[in-house]
């Protein structure tokens, strides 16, 4: 198969222009946002309706050829990367917003629309998307539901899971199936729905989502306070949920990342602080002073160095881009810039913090950590540079080193960044044989032929 | 195969008295709460371990004896009667809560313990387990997870699946496995556990499992209306929705429920009123009192006949009982009561209802409709006798109309039942062939031999 008998054979389904066949057009998308994945596929095609998926899809499968689906490539576990060659599928050109209902709290959009529209629109009418995983702003709605995408207000609000009723999928096949309903409440067979949820392309090919949506808070407050002692802040978070607290968002930065940060951002943080974390509380006024209140206080019980409460929404603004300028932050310190997602229970979560700078020492690595306390997901930052191959044998070891400690302390390999490629060697130690067998069993039911997204989240046996 | 056969293969494996073979102690054992379904097993099996279980799937394997599991017998759609025979597995002596973990928010149950002592053990925590299936005072949370029980406070809180976070399983060929971590959040593969949750018991037995907790509300108040008309009920659930307000629990009952209710309970509640509503909103104490004096204003600009706000716990608890007493108090009327459980979205659920009174007119049925208005899942129960075999013709008419209904209307043939046996006839129409085939797919995966809980959700081709 070369890459003119694709455009061949896929010129009567698609446009001329939605087929990429040259090589420097194929070369954007060979990777996504995990540093030093790269492979090259035969070709790429843009379809702009699901029956022109259906039909690549069927094509793809008569001709046996891999398909691998995706949105912006904004992917940190290497989901999208075309391992296996074959057709790159970018589903960008499904991008409307096909409705908002206000009356039943949903909104359906096909899956290449971008996140931050997803939420926008919501806002618009008054109502709330909650995840918002970092890559909101260039990220679409298809890939956050195939990768189960977590982000910063996952401790009071879920994850995407929590919020798709219902989907529209091409399978392995090409056929095209609806699973879910618009109903908040529905147990009428197995939830396929959940199973494709998280399931990373290799599935089927999710083309459209009806999502649930809440009332937007009509308050919402942001403060930032400052540990000369890890174990302080760490006692804080314990003391907010002791306390019943459970804020929009609870996140943390390391003595390296708050530097970087700093830095980068200007944001007034004391770069000899040892944590830095960001509180958000989000909902009825009076509900979030008294949160506020109450959290500014156990702050101050534990230590912190400085509390500061956002007077207005434009200095709260400026508190969160400390978070939320993080990853761009460190990225400027070295060459390659490797995200790690590890997740740990809540209690573990400052042994765990303590663990990574342990094996940051021990192999010789830079690593800043910053990640959502409030839910256990922490974000060690490795940077490094992929052309210094011994450098690189230290990573990869200081890697293992630390999934093998989430999974020492009850965690998951992966909190919000699925296994892709980058998480596939630790995927058996976490779920044990049987459960390892039972995704592989589920992987062959659905794509006997192994043609979507090959390669990804396990091996299969010849 | 004999039941003594079955007392002598698992006399090694379980104690003599876990074992029961005469015919008057299975007969608790053929039914559930669902009226008219009968069958009886083979044998019943108290298994006390995990481990039992598994030697028991495993021995049933090797003998190719149906194992239908289940717990105290309160599902509403046949999915524990044993209708191809063989063992009933009763899961209600693995009744222990293995640990409340309140620095991560948890509780980790085996499958019999009682729903209410999962709630009572963590309100005496502090903390809260929000979903209230109807049985949950008999119910155990192995059945609620197995159906994915709803409950009355779904609109705000969701239903069970939104609270566990792992399982332990025993699949077909006996092995145990874990699915899921105590992480809120993990992408580490297919979501298994989400894909067990309201199987059935068809796929493998959930023997354990861990659920998330919330901080218990620091305030609850409960209000209650009466309208003349149905459709100012209904219009007053949508402003409420449009207002921005998700109360805990938005409940409905329509004439005759309010007559039976009544009778039984003497609530107080007037006995013309078309439709009553019954709403709890609980968080913060000024949240709940805003959003209980906008309900009321809602409520009157709505031409509610009455609205009583509860002075005080005991009057809400009062209150309160008018609805739980609903189905109880329908019961008494005639020998025989079936109730039903479609779920529409909500913008569908005053005509949805006016379909209902339509259909029991038509078919000459005698039909009570309650329900859950905040999430559309309305509860129309028939009151007849089954032993009427002209009136049973009726109301399986009936039945399939309301399901037909529901559908039309973009809804689910079961929002909290389960299928069962109840709704299988149904399920195929609501899924598509697409989705259909992909259920029949998954279960023959898991369960080749088809052995667990067969003739369930649907059947499977020769």
């Known amino acids: 198969m070369t890459a003119p008998d694709v455009r061949h054979a896929l010129g009567s389904t698609l446009a001329d222009a939605d087929i990429l066949t040259e090589i420097e057009d194929l070369i954007p998308y060979g990777f996504d946002g995990t540093a030093t994945l790269k492979e090259r596929p035969l070709a790429v095609v843009f379809p702009r309706s699901t029956k022109q998926v259906s039909a690549v899809v069927k094509w793809a499968r008569e001709a046996r050829v891999p398909v691998v689906s995706r949105g912006n490539g904004t992917g940190l576990s290497g989901g999208s990367v075309p391992v296996a ?107 396929l729905r959940d199973l494709f949820i998280g399931s990373e392309g290799t599935l089927g090919i999710v083309t459209e989502v009806l999502l649930k949506l809440l009332p937007r808070p009509t308050a919402r407050r942001t403060l930032l306070a400052t540990f000369a002692a890890m174990d302080e802040a760490a006692a804080t978070v314990s003391a907010i949920i002791a306390a019943g607290i459970v804020p929009c968002t609870l996140e943390f930065l390391d003595r390296r990342t708050i530097q970087c940060v700093e830095d980068f951002a200007h944001v007034g943080l004391p770069t000899d602080a040892e944590a830095v974390l960001l509180i958000e509380a989000d909902g009825h006024p009076a509900a979030v002073d008294d949160e506020v209140a109450h959290i500014e206080k156990l702050c101050r019980e534990h230590a912190a160095t400085t509390v500061r409460v956002a007077a207005d929404a434009a200095e709260a603004t400026r508190l969160a881009t400390a978070r939320r300028s993080a990853f761009s ?41 910053f990640g959502h306390f409030g839910d256990g997901n922490l974000h060690p930052t490795i940077l490094t540079d992929e052309r210094d191959t011994a450098e690189m044998h230290r990573v990869e070891a200081a890697i293992t080193a630390i999934v093998e400690a989430a999974l020492a302390r009850g965690g998951t390999i992966t909190g919000e960044h699925g296994v892709g490629l980058a998480k596939k060697p630790f995927l058996r130690r976490q779920l044990g044989d049987a459960s390892y067998s039972l995704l592989q069993l589920v992987k062959r039911s659905f794509d006997p032929d192994g043609l979507l997204n090959p390669g990804k989240i396990f091996d299969l046996p010849a």
């Open 329 to 369: 932050a460190l990225a400027r310190l070295r060459p390659t810039t490797i995200l790690e997602d590890v997740t740990v229970p809540r209690s573990e979560l400052a042994a765990m913090i303590r663990d990574v700078e342990a094996i940051a020492l021990k192999h010789d690595v830079q690593i800043a950590t």
């Open 85 to 191: 060659g074959g057709l790159v599928l970018c589903l960008n050109h499904l991008d409307r917003i096909v409705e908002l209902d206000r009356a039943n709290l949903t909104i359906r959009a096909q899956a290449g629309v971008v996140t931050q529209d997803i939420f926008a629109a919501a806002d618009a009418a008054g109502l709330f998307y909650p995840p918002d995983p970092g890559s909101m702003k260039i990220s679409t709605i298809g890939g956050n539901v195939a990768e189960n995408s977590g982000g910063l207000r996952g401790l009071k609000y879920g994850v995407t899971r929590d919020y798709v009723l219902g989907m529209e999928v091409v399978l392995a096949d090409g056929s095209i199936c609806r699973l879910g309903t618009a109903c908040v409440k529905d147990v009428a067979g197995y939830s």
